[in-house]
């Protein structure tokens, strides 16, 4: 069955590098997501990666995918204050359903 | 261009009672997805609508139905509410371009259940 999890929570001081892991089961999954839901707001999507990739970097972004040992992890460079926020990794086989993760919540301290 | 819209943002109603939220989507996205968000159970999808015809569905029961109309605005309805229902209901659309269809969120309907 389909099972995404994360860690529940990260905390970091501004400036630093975060890290955001998940694992997940579906071996069909072709593109992996990253959200990101700030308090009172709906989901924004961060960036995705598609299944035969291992690496996909975007501006402070970086996504690293181990199709292997189905893991993927969000780093964010240069962590600021902006960035404190839930972050939900998401898988999808190619259509609409997407299976996300239960959130870890990133704290960037001054 | 305006972002994906939903009506109304909060709601409260009580136990057996009936609702409709509404979800506006991105210009030209034909796309509609719903999801339920509560703090025990996560992010968990509803059903996906795509010209007027729902294509994919999760395991919600029945009292949770939707639909779409030609212009691509979509409905839920929650029949006989039950207190477990309050939950933050999302809606997304998208283009439907096939590949990695990139999902846009709206801001979500609060709803709370007496």
């Known amino acids: 069955g389909e099972d995404v999890e994360q860690s529940l929570f990260l905390s970091v001081r501004e400036g630093d590098s975060s890290v955001i892991n998940c694992t997940y089961t579906d071996s069909s999954s072709t593109y992996l997501y990253w959200y990101k839901q700030e308090p009172g707001a709906g989901l924004q999507l961060l960036t995705y990666?598609?299944?035969?990739?291992d690496m996909k970097q975007d501006q402070r972004l970086t996504v690293l995918l181990n199709k292997k040992d189905k893991h993927l992890s969000l780093r964010i460079a240069d962590t600021q204050t902006g960035d404190s926020a839930i972050y939900f990794c998401a898988e999808g086989g190619g259509g609409n359903k997407l299976t996300f993760g239960t959130g870890t919540q990133l704290k960037v301290e001054l | 261009k305006a972002g994906v819209t939903q009506t109304p943002r909060y709601l409260i109603k009580t136990r057996g009672q009936q609702v409709t939220l509404s979800c506006s989507p991105i210009?030209?996205?034909?796309?509609v997805s719903w999801y339920q968000q509560t703090p025990g159970q996560g992010l968990q999808f509803l059903f996906e609508y795509f010209s007027e015809t729902q294509r994919n569905k999760g395991n919600f029961p029945g009292r949770f139905s939707g639909r779409q109309f030609s212009n691509s605005r979509s409905e839920m309805n929650v029949s006989t509410l039950e207190l477990g229902d309050s939950a933050l209901y999302l809606c997304?659309?998208?283009?439907?371009?096939?590949?990695?269809?990139?999902?846009?969120f709206g801001p979500g309907t609060r709803l709370t259940v007496l």
């Open positions: 990666i598609f299944s035969n990739m």
């Open positions: 997304a659309s998208s283009l439907n371009r096939g590949g990695a269809d990139t999902q846009y």
């Open positions: 210009s030209g996205h034909r796309s």
